[in-house]
């Protein structure tokens, strides 16, 4: 069986230069990782949501010069995409593994989404985590935490969600690197787990739009 785990030469990985150098050891090192999670998390949806999940493996195919700087695999409910769907991520970056609920800027019913969470704002900031993080760009490393957040400031997030074009929302945990390699495949499959079942109520409340 294949790793489900993470170890520090995976994310020296991101240190490598040119944009074929990167992918080679992207797909020797880290895409079996992330094929293997896909498949094992995938049933795992299919029966927290009620419906059929697929997993879906960034390929980078569109990348002709800069090399990805993380790389990931989401799960949705469409078998030939996910980015246009509210969906789920396990990825990393050089700094640390990202664990997310996302809508990104293909969704075409962001705006609708971002409504339903404006209206359920008090109940989100009850069950999110303070440790939990939120971003509003799939494309950076960067994310505030929960705690630092004001109820205003979550709600400015989701407004912007439902304005701007090109908004994004995203919310989960950073698993530092440091932390990171110190999991086995038990201890890091857990806390996937718990943190995709934190998550799952986000996801539900996009469902009932």
Avoid at 29 to 49: D, M, N, Q, S
Avoid at 103 to 109: G, V, W
Wanted: net charge neutral.
């Amino acid at each position: 069986m294949k790793s489900l785990s993470f170890e520090r030469q995976d994310f020296q990985v991101f240190e490598i230069n040119g944009l074929d150098e990167r992918m080679n050891q992207i797909k020797e090192h880290i895409r079996p990782k992330l094929e293997a999670l896909g498949l094992y998390f995938a049933p795992f949806f299919t029966e927290a949501l009620g419906e059929d999940v697929f997993p879906h493996v960034a390929k980078h195919a569109r990348r002709s010069v800069n090399p990805p700087n993380d790389t990931w695999v989401a799960f949705a409910t469409n078998k030939r995409g996910y980015k246009m769907l509210p969906h789920f991520q396990i990825g990393l970056w050089n700094s640390h593994i990202f664990i997310y609920f996302g809508l990104i800027y293909e969704c075409p019913q962001k705006s609708e989404y971002a409504r339903a969470f404006s209206f359920h704002l008090d109940s989100i900031k009850q069950c999110i985590p303070p440790h939990f993080v939120w971003s509003v760009d799939h494309t950076k490393p960067t994310a505030k935490t929960q705690n630092t957040l004001s109820a205003e400031e979550l709600d400015e997030m989701f407004n912007r969600l439902a304005t701007v074009k090109k908004a994004e929302l995203l919310c989960g945990i950073h698993l530092r690197k440091e932390d990171a390699v110190n999991l086995n495949d038990e201890q890091f499959v857990n806390l996937v787990k718990e943190t995709f079942h934190t998550l799952i109520p986000l996801y539900k409340l996009t469902a009932s739009v």
